[in-house]
């Protein structure tokens, strides 16, 4: 409970219209405690035929700065020229500066900060130049009065007769100045106020600078964050397209050559029995191999066991071939050039070309079509060829869901792919895939 006021009571403190309140009423409780009016405002000479001090208008001002004080982030120029009001008005009665008057030093901090600099030094300006006013007329009617010793030595007249001297008195002058502590001599006069006045406007200045500069961060960093989420979004969408072409080529591959052995299997069932326990024997291989892929890629991010076998590639083309083959479709592997070791992506996306290619040759060519597979091993590229002599019409297009996932894993590693039918009839598809660039 204590834990919760406690809470309660700390974000109830950190409002800004708490703060500047409490502020206020900290310089009038200090300007009361330490001074009050009657400190402030010595009282004249003996003969001083002035009027006792005003407290009643001291206490007006104070009671205007206070509430001007505290609501100095609304309308912070209109209050700093209050403030400024109930000072000369303090000084104009005779009081000494009191804690309650740096209402004004902190009005013209604020003015810095809420305002335009421009605005600010202007204000800024025309302050130092009141100061400075202020102080050179107190300076000048500070002199110390000689009406008393002037009555005394006899320099005035009276009906215009100058009064006998005594003969034997002794006359001893006495001289009374004003107060000195509302000299500016006293208490440095302009250069205190000036640099009060100055350092108040560079404090302004410069939590106005910091200010603007943690909202650059401020934005900065949510721009950054927001940077984040969009690359996070779009890494998101790129593994769910990775995913799905690789359980399409992976089902689709699979299934295909399922089918196919199936046909053939039921066909030989009566005359060719050995032959449909090979076909049997190939749909369990070929579903297994499948199962294999698709753990493959649900491993990928998490979903199976990871511990599985490695990822497909070139190498593994010839045993695909030979699948194929005792599956019915006869396919021929050609490899050219001086092969090397490739980046596993650019090994697993040749593969994975090369397995829709002939999944679309086994679907789409017809009865009695073969294929031939061809990898030139190139400067800087493999190149991948599937051409078949098939007689069914292809989709020449690219719209179907193979043709498009070969494309895009062309274009992720900076490769090409074209795809139509071949000049001698049947249909060709061929990718170049480029390696990792050599160092410049």
Same mark, same amino acid.
């Not at 405690?33 to 004249?44: A, I």
């Not at 895009?408 to 039918?421: I, K």
């Given at each position: 409970?204590?834990?919760? @006021?406690?809470?309660?009571?700390?974000?109830?403190?950190?409002? #800004?219209?708490?703060?500047?309140?409490?502020?206020?009423?900290?310089? +009038?409780?200090?300007?009361?405690?330490?001074?009050?009016?009657? &400190?402030?405002?010595?009282?004249?000479?003996?003969?001083?035929?002035?009027?006792?001090?005003?407290?009643?208008?001291?206490?007006?001002?104070?009671?205007?700065?206070?509430?001007?004080?505290?609501?100095?982030?609304?309308?912070?120029?209109?209050?700093?020229?209050?403030?400024?009001? %109930?000072?000369?008005?303090?000084?104009?009665?005779?009081?000494?500066?009191?804690?309650?008057?740096?209402?004004?030093?902190?009005?013209?901090?604020?003015?810095?900060? =809420?305002?335009?600099?421009? #605005?600010?030094?202007?204000?800024? @300006?025309?302050?130092?130049?009141?100061?400075?006013?202020?102080?050179?007329?107190? %300076?000048?009617?500070?002199?110390?009065?000689?009406?008393?010793?002037?009555?005394?030595?006899?320099?005035?007249?009276?009906?215009?007769?100058?009064?006998?001297?005594?003969?034997?008195?002794?006359?001893?002058?006495?001289?009374?100045?004003?107060?000195?502590?509302?000299?500016?001599?006293?208490?440095?006069? +302009?250069?205190?106020?000036?640099?009060?006045?100055?350092?108040?406007?560079?404090?302004?200045? =410069?939590?106005?600078?910091?200010?603007?500069?943690?909202?650059? +961060?401020?934005?900065?960093?949510?721009?950054?964050?927001?940077?984040?989420?969009?690359?996070?979004?779009?890494?998101?969408?790129?593994?769910?397209?990775?995913?799905?072409?690789?359980?399409?080529?992976?089902?689709?591959?699979?299934?295909?050559?399922?089918?196919?052995?199936?046909?053939?299997?039921?066909?030989?069932?009566?005359?060719?029995?050995?032959?449909?326990?090979?076909? #049997?024997?190939?749909?369990?291989?070929?579903?297994?191999?499948?199962?294999?892929?698709?753990?493959?890629?649900?491993?990928?991010?998490?979903?199976?066991?990871?511990?599985?076998?490695?990822?497909?590639?070139?190498?593994?083309?010839? &045993?695909?071939?030979?699948?194929?083959?005792?599956?019915?479709?006869?396919?021929?592997?050609?490899?050219? &050039?001086? %092969?090397?070791?490739?980046?596993?992506?650019?090994?697993?996306?040749?593969? =994975?070309?090369?397995?829709?290619? +002939? %999944?679309?040759?086994?679907?789409?060519?017809?009865?009695?079509?073969?294929? @031939? @597979?061809?990898?030139?091993?190139?400067?800087?590229?493999?190149?991948?060829?599937?051409?078949?002599? *098939?007689?069914?019409?292809?989709?020449?297009?690219?719209?179907?869901?193979?043709?498009?996932?070969?494309?895009?894993?062309?274009?992720?590693? *900076?490769?090409?792919?074209?795809?139509?039918?071949?000049?001698?009839? &049947?249909?060709?598809?061929?990718?170049?895939?480029?390696?990792?660039?050599?160092?410049?």
């Amino acid at each position: 409970m204590s834990h919760n @006021v406690f809470r309660a009571f700390r974000a109830w403190s950190r409002r #800004l219209w708490v703060q500047d309140a409490g502020l206020a009423l900290g310089l +009038l409780a200090a300007t009361v405690m330490t001074t009050g009016p009657e &400190g402030m405002m010595p009282p004249g000479p003996p003969w001083s035929t002035e009027p006792m001090p005003n407290y009643g208008l001291w206490w007006l001002a104070t009671a205007v700065a206070v509430p001007a004080l505290a609501l100095r982030r609304r309308w912070p120029l209109p209050l700093l020229a209050v403030c400024a009001l %109930t000072a000369v008005t303090h000084m104009s009665i005779g009081a000494l500066g009191t804690p309650v008057d740096l209402a004004t030093p902190i009005l013209l901090g604020t003015v810095a900060v =809420r305002h335009s600099r421009r #605005l600010s030094v202007g204000v800024l @300006v025309a302050f130092v130049i009141g100061a400075t006013l202020w102080s050179i007329g107190l %300076t000048d009617t500070g002199a110390a009065p000689n009406g008393l010793e002037e009555a005394i030595q006899g320099q005035t007249t009276v009906s215009g007769k100058r009064p006998p001297a005594p003969p034997t008195a002794e006359i001893k002058m006495l001289h009374y100045s004003e107060p000195e502590g509302l000299l500016p001599a006293t208490w440095g006069g +302009l250069p205190v106020l000036g640099s009060v006045l100055i350092a108040a406007w560079a404090f302004g200045s =410069r939590a106005k600078a910091r200010r603007a500069w943690l909202d650059e +961060l401020t934005a900065r960093a949510r721009d950054l964050e927001r940077q984040r989420d969009q690359r996070a979004a779009l890494a998101v969408a790129a593994e769910r397209d990775r995913i799905s072409r690789e359980l399409h080529d992976v089902v689709a591959h699979g299934l295909s050559v399922m089918v196919v052995q199936a046909q053939g299997g039921a066909a030989a069932m009566d005359n060719r029995p050995a032959d449909t326990r090979a076909a #049997l024997a190939a749909i369990v291989e070929t579903g297994r191999g499948a199962l294999a892929d698709m753990r493959r890629a649900l491993a990928a991010v998490g979903s199976v066991d990871a511990t599985r076998e490695p990822a497909p590639g070139l190498a593994d083309l010839a &045993g695909l071939a030979e699948r194929l083959r005792g599956a019915g479709t006869p396919v021929e592997l050609r490899i050219e &050039g001086r %092969t090397a070791p490739l980046p596993s992506t650019v090994d697993l996306s040749a593969y =994975r070309i090369a397995q829709e290619a +002939l %999944t679309n040759t086994v679907k789409h060519a017809g009865p009695g079509a073969s294929a @031939v @597979v061809t990898l030139v091993h190139a400067d800087g590229e493999i190149r991948v060829s599937v051409t078949d002599d *098939g007689t069914a019409a292809p989709v020449a297009d690219g719209s179907g869901n193979g043709l498009r996932g070969m494309r895009e894993r062309a274009e992720l590693l *900076g490769g090409t792919l074209t795809a139509g039918p071949a000049p001698g009839g &049947g249909f060709t598809v061929e990718a170049r895939l480029p390696i990792e660039r050599r160092p410049r």
